[in-house]
């Protein structure tokens, strides 16, 4: 299935918009990606991991790193893989170089029809940024609908391999570790984003339905709540778990948000098992993002949904528990592959 767009600020917690040849597609907005990023470099200051990520990533910040799996969806296969989003994005302005452009062709070259492609689905690149596993499950396993090996679990643990001196498994193509670092960053944040892994199915009345459940209907698929309309021309849900608050973005990220990110606990089990553990909480915040939420019947390709009262302030605080565990997490990976 395809995703789209968010806006200046997501970071944990839905799917992504459809993107276009000049759009950009984002798991969360830019400013949820760069807090993750700003949280996780703040997190391991003077570390040998810190020295080994400034080594890959050349001086850039994690902040910066980011953001550069979604400003590669710049980058347009049906017109000879020319980027097309130059000035668009500002935050995509550091790797609007050169080489900077070529970098990002180059990987979309190598991850473009690489996976088990549908006919209508969009690059394989851009699914590796998530997973749509219902919401009727308690947690993510493979196989099954909306569960793929090239969703954002499988991408993140293929870019932990690639880190820790292993080859990517198929069907990712991953050049070295400098492009395993800048992709892991951004999943490390899909992850985090629960309408990234969780999804909810609906039938034509606007009632849930479960895909696992006897013959899958395509057409019950919300994309991540981008077919979710809002009352009174709000947009979409998507877009609406998209944008995270001001007090959420990565000039924000100050001594009590790092004490908080301090807090999380390390992850049970073995590394590479770690984005699965992350997926399972994830579909179990997701199917919360879901409750006392009312639909109407399709119309066309969409449903239109009520929210309940509560339903925004419910949503900022969540926000900000998934950019900290975000940010936390993928500091604790950094530390893990470089002690």
């Known amino acids: 299935m395809g995703r789209s767009s968010m806006s200046v600020a997501a970071c944990g917690l839905l799917a992504m ?3 276009g040849a000049t759009g950009l597609a984002h798991a969360w907005g830019p400013d949820g990606h760069q807090a993750v990023g700003v949280l996780a470099g703040r997190l391991i200051a003077g570390t040998h991991a810190a020295r080994e990520v400034d080594s890959l990533l050349g001086g850039m910040s994690l902040a910066q790193a980011a953001v550069w799996a979604d400003c590669a969806k710049g980058v347009d296969p049906a017109h000879g893989y020319r980027y097309a989003g130059i000035g668009r994005y500002p935050e995509c302005a550091p790797f609007e170089t050169e ?3 070529a970098e990002m062709v180059d990987f979309v070259r190598r991850n473009d029809d690489n996976c ?6 969009e690059s394989c690149h851009k699914q590796y940024h998530y997973a749509d596993v219902a919401i009727q499950r308690r947690s993510y396993v493979s196989g099954g609908v909306g569960r793929r090996d090239d969703d954002v679990v499988a991408a993140a643990t293929a870019m932990i391999r690639v880190l820790q001196g292993r080859a990517a498994p198929a069907p990712f193509v991953i050049r070295d570790k400098r492009e395993a670092l800048l992709l892991l960053a951004h999943y490390v944040g899909d992850l985090h984003q629960p309408l990234h892994v969780g ?4 039938d034509a009345a606007g009632l849930p339905t479960d895909p696992d459940a006897g013959d899958f209907d ?6 991540g709540g981008n077919q979710i309309l809002l009352p009174n021309g709000q947009g979409n849900l998507h877009h609406l778990w998209d944008d995270v608050a001001e007090d959420d973005s990565p000039g924000h990220v100050d001594a009590a948000w790092l004490k908080q990110a301090r807090r999380v606990s390390r992850s049970r089990g073995a590394l590479a098992g770690w984005p699965v553990l992350w997926a399972d909480a994830s579909l179990g915040v997701a199917r919360s993002a879901f409750a006392g939420v009312s639909f109407a019947e399709k119309q066309g390709a969409t449903w239109r949904a009520g929210l309940p009262p509560d339903y925004e302030t419910r949503l900022h605080k969540v926000q900000h528990r998934q950019l900290t565990l975000a940010g936390a997490r993928l500091a604790r990976i950094l530390t893990a592959i470089w002690p």
């Open 17 to 19: 918009s459809l993107a």
């Open 99 to 101: 080489s900077g452009i």
């Open 116 to 121: 088990a492609r549908k006919a209508g689905e």
């Open 199 to 202: 999804a909810i199915y609906l």
């Open 218 to 223: 395509p057409e019950s698929a919300t994309r």
